[in-house]
């Protein structure tokens, strides 16, 4: 049996050789009712071929636009091109994605109407569904343009919005924003002014309120502010206009890809190589130590990385207000502190975790963050047979850090003389680090505690960073040395 294609194509040839069109294995195909020399049922009307004059006669065809013509012989003819008429122009083929043009084109408030179709009709976001809310915007757009309005809109609804590319800069620690027109980044060297911007302060409400949502909190004009770790493991803060001014302003804390070791602060200029062997020591001899320093110094890398020495056989128990530390450890548990939720209800304090975690055989107990009541309970864990405790504390310098743990502690209940007790038998040495005018964060100062006569601890210093980064010998230097030969 012949093809479909075939089949056709040999009635045709009949047709044209003036022959009887055939079918199906050579038989004769009826012709079509109506035609000239052909019957018709009694009583009825032969129609008239079509093109036929009065009387019967042909009419000349008339020819159609884009019509095959039939050469005389009657054999098919090449195509013609097809006729255009007066003034209609030749349309011009436009290659799929041409034609579009960027976001930052677009006449202003498009962005909004289209954001706007958007929420009124819920469902997920795709280059379709954007696609129909331009042209309900009235819009005509290419594909180039769809897709760039789509990868704007994206932004917006997932991740950091315009964020997003300097969260990613590698080295990357902070990123600050101040109002939509000024953004700065940190990448360990001091804040830089970046080329970001947002196109109001409503822009950069919404993306506030966006990222409190993904931690399950509120952030309006009721409470315009918040304190959370994202998902990711940043650290977010937030104050909402016009609480804050010039407008709402966000801070992104950039947890570090992977801990930075010793080796790595050497590297970074942050610690001398004698400074890295004398932080090796201390971690051994499991003397308490806490690590202080303003904010941005450099206390959190730095007790991360001595973390990672901690022999591998210990086991580590975090106790963080927001998870920041992120040793290279193969034993850690961490307990991370929660807000009230907006009812004001289902709060979990430090304090409470770090009783937990005296619960849960730490060889180590680690606070994050020692900036309230849980000081106390840390003291009295140091003080009761838990060896190497550590955490950071805010402090401008290592000789002030007996009086910020005493007013956390008297601020929780506890008296002047039970604090000063417990921190001189339960505390042996403050690590202060600080960032130069270079913006590097260094280790400045080593101080071991000291009790006077008057009940009172101090701290004394027993080793200093000098300009040249060179360790020099304290007054407390030899109380340092008892300490790491334990």
């Known amino acids: 049996m012949r093809p479909r294609g075939a089949r056709r194509r040999a009635v045709v040839r009949r047709r044209h050789r003036g022959g009887p069109p055939t079918g199906r294995g050579g038989r004769p195909v009826a012709r079509r009712s109506g035609r000239a020399g052909e019957g018709c049922r009694p009583g009825t009307r032969r129609r008239p071929r079509r093109g036929a004059g009065p009387g019967g006669h042909a009419r000349p065809a008339r020819s159609r636009r884009g019509a ?4 005389g012989s009657g054999a098919l003819a090449p195509l013609a091109p097809r006729a255009r008429g007066p003034g209609r122009p030749r349309r011009r083929h436009r290659p799929r994605g041409g034609g579009g043009v960027s ?18 009709r819920p469902g997920e976001l795709t280059p379709h569904r954007v696609a129909e809310a331009l042209r309900e915007a009235g819009r005509p757009v290419g594909d180039a343009t769809v897709l760039s309005v789509y990868e704007s809109l994206r932004r917006d609804v997932v991740g950091a919005g315009p964020l997003e590319p300097l969260l990613r800069l590698p080295g990357v620690t902070d990123v600050l924003v101040n109002g939509p027109d000024h953004v700065y980044v940190d990448r360990g060297e001091g804040l830089e002014p970046t080329s970001v911007r947002f196109p109001d302060d409503a822009a950069v409400r919404r993306l506030a309120q966006r990222l409190a949502a993904l931690a399950g909190r509120r952030l309006d004009d009721a409470a315009p502010f918040a304190d959370l770790r994202l998902p990711d493991g940043s650290r977010f803060h937030a104050v909402l206009a016009p609480v804050a001014r010039p407008g709402t302003t966000i801070s992104l804390r950039v947890p570090a890809a992977r801990a930075l070791r010793l080796d790595d602060l050497v590297a970074a200029g942050s610690l001398s190589g004698p400074g890295a062997e004398l932080l090796r020591a201390l971690v051994a001899s499991r003397a308490a ?41 193969p034993h850690v548990v961490g307990l991370e502190g929660r807000p009230a939720n907006v009812e004001g209800a289902g709060a979990i304090d430090l304090r409470v975790l770090v009783r ?6 730490p060889d180590r107990l680690v606070v994050g963050e020692v900036r309230g009541g849980e000081v106390v ?27 910020r743990v005493e007013a956390l502690a008297l601020a929780a209940g506890l008296d002047r003389a039970a604090v000063h007790s417990q921190l001189a038998s339960g505390l042996a040495v403050v690590l202060h680090v600080a960032r130069g005018r270079d913006g590097v964060r260094r280790l400045a100062e080593v101080g071991v505690l000291d009790r006077g006569t008057d009940g009172l601890v101090t701290v ?23 300490v790491l030969a334990r």
């Open 68 to 71: 095959r013509p039939r050469s």
């Open 103 to 120: 976001v930052a084109e677009l006449e202003p408030g498009l962005l909004d109407r289209v954001r706007a179709r958007l929420a009124d």
């Open 289 to 329: 130590f806490l690590v202080s320093g303003g904010t941005g110094g450099g206390k959190t890398t730095l007790l991360a990385a001595l973390l990672s020495i901690v022999e591998p056989a210990e086991r580590l128990v975090l106790v963080e207000d927001a998870s920041e530390l992120r040793p290279d450890h």
């Open 356 to 361: 937990q975690a005296l619960r849960m055989r």
């Open 377 to 403: 309970e840390l003291l009295a864990a140091l003080n009761t047979g838990h060896e190497g405790g550590c955490g950071t504390i805010h402090a401008n310098s290592a000789s002030a850090v007996p009086a």
């Open 460 to 482: 004394v210093p027993a080793v200093t960073a000098g300009a040249d980064g060179g360790l020099h010998e304290g007054p407390g230097a030899g109380a340092l040395a008892e």
